[in-house]
């Protein structure tokens, strides 16, 4: 089996910064593109960032010039540096990774269980 387990999250105030890590473990051949989501009370969960395995980004305009996704592909370790917080980024934040467990099967999308950041003075 896969997990991704996320850290990171907490209380910060407007204007501050926070990075999140999550880590894929289990049985990995290799992971493909591996992202952040967010789900704030009463909306739908939006995608933030995601990064290939080749090292792409894609951001959500909300967050652009403000967060920062990277991964350690030794590590299997996806993180999301947030900058310049704003209460409405407020939201439990989920990893996602497309994995593959053994070479030549499709890749499966696995979620950790999210971190709640909130951003509050």
């Known amino acids: 089996q896969v997990q991704l387990v996320e850290s990171g999250g907490g209380l910060v105030q407007p204007g501050g910064s926070l990075r999140l890590s999550c880590t894929a473990s289990g049985k990995i051949f290799s992971i493909d593109t591996m992202g952040w989501s967010r789900q704030a009370p009463g909306k739908e969960r939006e995608l933030v960032a995601r990064?290939?395995?080749?090292?792409?980004?894609n951001y959500a305009d909300s967050v652009k010039g403000r967060f920062t996704i990277s991964r350690d592909n030794a590590k299997n370790t996806v993180y999301l540096q947030m900058n310049s917080l704003k209460p409405e980024d407020t939201a439990v934040y989920y990893c996602?990774?497309?994995?593959?467990?053994?070479?030549?099967?499709?890749?499966?999308?696995?979620w950790g269980r999210g971190t709640q950041v909130t951003v509050s003075s």
């Open positions: 990064i290939t395995s080749g090292g792409n980004t």
């Open positions: 996602n990774a497309q994995i593959r467990s053994d070479l030549g099967t499709s890749t499966w999308t696995y």
